[in-house]
């Protein structure tokens, strides 16, 4: 079928499409959308929808759930097969949320709940106004928005997987679905995330990443909902939550599997209802945010275990991406090694070194337990290490490379060793300053108990004896990536 192309001219009517079989919800979404300069058609049935839609073209369409001859559902599917630059969003019951993530997996853009929150209508309808001029999700995607192309070359890798996912990353920016997104330590989840972000249309909203591993529970309401002034102790302000912080744009919840079990129902909640309320408030406020999650761990068996819950796992898990470790895109290295070391010359404003084949044979022979952050560590070692003749396989030190692995508990004192200050001259470091003395040993204690637990942050929290939580904090202050 051909569709005729949206009118250009930046002052012809914008045209929605309202489908549902009472009156009353009908005219309040008209004059709604009427306010926001939106001209409507109105649908009372599924038959007389499939009749408008045949006829003219729509920047817009709402549709009931239940409708006298059918489901919403199919309508969404229809609009999402044969009008694909038509926008639909599904309005579900209050509380229904396999209605609502049935809609979205359909290819419904978003939803709103009855009764229908007029603030969260108006959000809903600015999104789907900045998704035309209409283009359809697919390859003529990328050409529509200029940052698009800009922002996905910065996803690297030309593997067949990688162009795959690069491909379903433009599709998915379309839509409002959470997307959860599952792989390895260090695959690249977050920038995933970003490039989501980037290529739709909140991209000029913020982009708000949560290491939810890193918040201690006793104030993850409050980080996450904000507060008002005098709610507890020391709440001497009040403060705006991360959800707030993100309205408009897109909520990234990294290492969703550490959320303890009570802030799994606030989030639930809050995702739900499209709605906070701060600690110590008596109302709410609607947000607008889109939610990208990710962890490491297997969700899906933590579900099983009981330390997930179902309800919320298949709420942020309507799309799920999974970026495969590099060991699995070996082809990919080049690019990713070209792209790091012009990275790390520019920085250092060092000439970009030669990578010579031993070097580049060794890494195609390792299997990265760490994903691309190790070979961006690994690189940097070896920028620092390499000198004018270039890097060579043993710079690397890769530590399959390195003589047998010493037992578990040989590794045990080597980290203790490692933590001894008495075993390291302050005169060799860096930096003498005490401050600084005390930042490297403890520096080489993390790294070195990271490689030994091939990047798995859980366990070396534990050769540390240091919590999960305490290990992320000190990575990130010592910008150990
Ligand atoms: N395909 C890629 N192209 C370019 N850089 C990449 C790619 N994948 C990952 N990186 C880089 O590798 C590093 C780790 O990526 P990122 O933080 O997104 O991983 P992650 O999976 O979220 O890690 P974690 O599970 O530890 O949170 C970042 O510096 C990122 O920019």
Known sequence: MSIPARSPQA?????????????????????????MGLKCDTASSLHDARALLKRNQYALCLTDMRLSDGSGIELVQEISQLYAQTPVAMITAFGNQEAAVGALKAG?????????????????????????????AGEDAPKRAPVAGAV??????QSAAMAELRATLTKVARSQAPVYIAGESGVG???????????????????????CGAIPTELMESEFFGHRKGAFTGAHADKTGLFQAAEGGTLFLDEIAELPMSMQVKLLRAIQEKSVRPVGANTEVPVDVR??????????????????????????????????????????????????????ATAQGRLRPELHSDAMEALAHYTFPGNVRELENILERAFALADDDGIRAADLRLPEARPAPPSLAAQASAAAATLDPSLIDPRESASSALPGFIEEIERKAIEQALVDNRYNKTKAAAQLGITFRALRYKLKKLGID
């Open 11 to 35: 002052n012809a009517p914008i045209c929605a499409l309202v489908v549902d079989d009472e009156r009353d919800i009908r005219e309040l979404l008209v004059l709604t959308l009427g306010r």
């Open 108 to 136: 419904a853009f978003d939803f709103v709940s009855k009764p229908v929150d007029l603030a969260v209508l108006r959000g809903l309808v600015q999104h789907a106004l900045k998704l035309g001029p209409a283009a359809p």
């Open 152 to 157: 996905a070359s910065r996803l690297l890798g």
């Open 189 to 211: 989840k977050e920038l995933v995330a970003r490039t989501i972000h980037d290529q739709g249309m909140r991209a000029a909203a913020p982009f708000v990443p949560v290491n």
């Open 291 to 344: 939610i990208l999650s990710a962890t490491h761990k297997d969700l899906a068996a933590l579900v099983e275990e009981g330390r997930f819950r179902h309800d919320l796992y298949y709420r942020i898990n309507v799309i799920e991406l999974r970026v495969p470790p590099l060991r699995e895109r070996r082809e990919d290295l080049p690019v990713l090694v070209d792209a790091i070391l012009t990275r790390l």
